[in-house]
C-alpha cells in the first residue's frame, strides 16, 4: 500500500449559519454540501454559497448529471436542483447507518460507517447489488477514473483510501493532519478531492494523487 500525507490545497468556510458539513458532490460547477436542514451551492471559485434547498440533509450527496440524492436518516431523496422538489425516495441499504453516496456506472454507492461497508444499489428501487467490505469506517465516498476512494474517521485517525473495488483491499491511503476530518468526499473528476470537515464547518480540497497503477 502506497501511504502518504495529504496535500490540503484550499479550504472554504466556515459558513455563517452552518455548523456542520455532511455529504457532499460536484456538479461541475458547484458543489452541493448537506448541513442538516438543507442543501447548499458553493462557487468553488469564489467560496461563496450561491443558493440553498431546504430539505432533510443528514449525510452523503450525489449527483447524476441531472439529479441530486441525499441521504436524510434512512431513505435517500432524489431532488431536482432547480426547484428543490423531492421526486422520489428509496430506501437506504443501511437503515439509518448510511455515511457517503457517490454516483457512478449509473447506480448509487453508499457507504455504511461504523459496518465499515460500501454498497451499490439501484437508484430506481433501492435493491442491493453488491457490498464490498472495508477495513475502516467509511464516511464519503467517491469514485474518479475508474478509482474507488472513500474517507475514514476512526478513533484519532482521519484520512482518504483507494481501494480495490472487487476486494476491498487498500491501494494507496492519504492521510490527513491531525485535527481534520473528513466527512463528505467527492471529486472534480480530476485533480482535486473536495472533503467535507464535519464539525468544522468546512470544505477542503485535497489533491488527488497521479500516476497510481496499482489494482
Same mark, same amino acid.
Given at each position: ?21 455532511? @455529504?457532499?458532490?460536484? *456538479? ?14 458553493? &462557487? ?19 449527483? &447524476? ?56 444499489? *439501484? ?40 481501494? &480495490? ?13 491531525? @485535527? ?7 471529486? &472534480?473528476? *480530476? ?25
Amino acid at each position: 500500500m502506497k501511504r502518504s500525507a495529504a496535500e490540503i490545497i484550499h479550504e472554504y468556510g466556515p459558513f455563517p449559519g452552518i455548523e456542520r458539513v455532511h @455529504g457532499l458532490t460536484y *456538479d461541475g460547477q458547484h458543489v452541493w454540501f448537506a448541513s442538516g436542514d438543507r442543501l447548499n451551492a458553493l &462557487d468553488p471559485q469564489t467560496g461563496s454559497t450561491l443558493r440553498s434547498i431546504e430539505v432533510a440533509a443528514h449525510a452523503g450527496t450525489a449527483f &447524476d448529471g441531472k439529479h441530486l440524492f441525499q441521504i436524510a436518516e434512512s431513505r435517500i431523496q432524489k431532488i431536482d436542483p432547480q426547484t428543490g422538489e423531492v421526486l422520489a425516495t428509496i430506501p437506504a441499504p443501511g437503515g439509518g447507518g448510511d455515511s457517503g453516496l457517490t454516483w457512478a456506472e449509473g447506480t448509487l454507492w453508499v457507504g455504511q460507517y461504523r459496518e465499515r461497508k460500501i454498497h451499490q444499489v *439501484d437508484p430506481e428501487t433501492g435493491a442491493l447489488l453488491r457490498t464490498i467490505e472495508c477495513n475502516r469506517f467509511v464516511t464519503g465516498v467517491t469514485w474518479v477514473n475508474g478509482e474507488l476512494w472513500h474517507g475514514t474517521w476512526e478513533g484519532e485517525e482521519t484520512g482518504l483510501q483507494r481501494i &480495490d473495488p472487487h476486494t476491498g483491499k487498500v491501494l494507496e491511503r492519504l492521510d490527513m493532519p491531525a @485535527g481534520t476530518i473528513v466527512s463528505g468526499l467527492e471529486s &472534480d473528476g *480530476d485533480e482535486r478531492f473536495f472533503c467535507g470537515g464535519a464539525t468544522s464547518g468546512t470544505i477542503r480540497t485535497v489533491r488527488r494523487p497521479k500516476g497510481s497503477t496499482e489494482r
